[in-house]
Structure formats: C-alpha cells, structure tokens
C-alpha cells in the first residue's frame, strides 16, 4: 500500500479520479475512506472497477461500508446512465459545485480554525447542500477543535443533514424540558464535549 498522504480535497475539486483511485490504496484507512466518498460525490462511473477491487483487500470496516455505499450508488447511477445518458448529463452539471461554495469548503478543511468557523456559517446561510459531506467529514475527525465541531454542526442542522449527535444538539432547544433532558442525557453518554460550549 501506498504511504504518501494525498489531498482528497483537491483531488476531488480538480475532479482528479485516477489521483482518487490511487488513493483507495493508500496505507491510511481513513484516505481510503475519503477518496472512496469522494468518487461517490463525483459520481465516477469509471472508477467502479477500482472500488471492486479496493473492497476485495479492504479490511478496516467503516471503510468497508463507505467503499460499498459507493459502489452501491455508482452502479445504480451507472445503469440509470445507460438508460437515460440525457437525464444522467443533466444530473452532472448540477453537481457542479460553484467556485465560492469550493473556496468555502477549502476553508472548512484548512488549518484556520476562524475561517473554518466563519465558513461553516456561509455554508449553512446559503443552504449548499454539496457542502454537507466535508462538513460530516470535518466534524467526525478527532483532531477538529471543539469550536469549529460547533460551527459544524450548527451548518448541518440548517442543511438539515445532521448526524445523530448534532441533531441531539437542536433537540437541547426544544421548548420541552423532557426533549431537553433526554438529549443532554445521550449527549454526555456520547461524551460529546464539542456540545458543552456556550
């Protein structure tokens, strides 16, 4: 396997799906999750038979599950394609993702935790949708600080694409204390500090 750490982001921004399709062989499982996402997102119908053989050696489970939903979705795209290349055309200039939308999500991956703060707020005003995936990336990710986990999830609860534990965070304002208890109640067992911020 391959050790070097490849930029997903960029490989998926420039719509790079051979540097993707490499990337399923990298040492590091979760670069294999990711780029595994990444040609879901851009619906590379060529990339089906690498998934097939990346999921024959894949042993890491969650990534496992990632490189199936691909394939899953790929496939069933692949055969609505080859019934209908007209829709399926269309269906691609709409998963263009505007140059403002990408620099904002570039932002939410950088290492400025302000702008990726900042960035997550634009993107859940200007409900982008194709923004959600990096966003649910960057929140499940260890390393990310506490404040932007917050800013993430606030985004994904206007995009109305929240994880399980971010949706447990809207449910701490509901105007029910019982809702309220219950969702601080899963929260700590989650041991969700990221949601203890003001």
Same mark, same amino acid.
């Given at each position: 396997m391959?050790?070097f750490?490849?930029?997903?982001?960029?490989?998926?921004?420039?719509?790079?799906?051979?540097?993707?399709?490499? #990337?399923?062989?990298n040492a590091?499982?979760? %670069?294999?999750?990711?780029?595994?996402?990444?040609?879901?997102?851009l619906?590379?119908f060529?990339?089906i038979?690498?998934?097939?053989?990346?999921?024959?050696?894949?042993?890491?489970?969650?990534?496992?599950s990632?490189i199936?939903?691909?394939?899953?979705?790929?496939?069933?795209?692949k055969?609505?394609k080859?019934?209908?290349?007209?829709?399926?055309?269309?269906?691609?200039v709409?998963?263009?993702?505007?140059?403002? %939308?990408?620099?904002?999500?570039?932002d939410?991956?950088?290492?400025?935790?302000?702008?990726?703060?900042?960035?997550?707020?634009?993107?859940?005003?200007?409900?982008?949708?194709? #923004?959600?995936?990096?966003?649910?990336?960057?929140?499940?990710?260890?390393?990310?600080p506490?404040t932007?986990?917050? #800013?993430l999830?606030?985004?994904?609860?206007?995009?109305?694409?929240?994880?399980v534990?971010?949706?447990?965070?809207?449910?701490?304002?509901?105007?029910?204390?019982q809702?309220?208890r219950?969702?601080a109640?899963?929260?700590?067992?989650?041991?969700?500090?990221?949601?203890?911020?003001?």
């Amino acid at each position: 396997m391959n050790d070097f750490l490849p930029d997903i982001w960029r490989l998926q921004a420039n719509s790079d799906v051979d540097g993707l399709c490499q #990337a399923l062989t990298n040492a590091d499982a979760t %670069i294999r999750k990711k780029a595994a996402a990444a040609l879901r997102a851009l619906g590379a119908f060529s990339a089906i038979a690498a998934l097939e053989t990346a999921l024959d050696r894949e042993s890491d489970p969650e990534t496992r599950s990632t490189i199936l939903a691909a394939l899953s979705i790929l496939q069933q795209e692949k055969e609505r394609k080859d019934l209908n290349p007209q829709e399926t055309m269309e269906m691609l200039v709409l998963r263009t993702i505007d140059p403002e %939308i990408q620099r904002l999500i570039d932002d939410i991956n950088g290492t400025d935790n302000l702008k990726a703060i900042r960035a997550a707020q634009i993107l859940g005003d200007k409900s982008a949708k194709e #923004a959600v995936e990096p966003m649910v990336m960057r929140f499940n990710s260890p390393k990310t600080p506490i404040t932007v986990r917050l #800013a993430l999830a606030e985004a994904l609860l206007k995009l109305e694409s929240a994880p399980v534990e971010v949706a447990l965070l809207g449910a701490l304002r509901s105007p029910e204390w019982q809702v309220r208890r219950n969702s601080a109640a899963i929260l700590g067992q989650l041991r969700a500090s990221w949601a203890v911020e003001p």
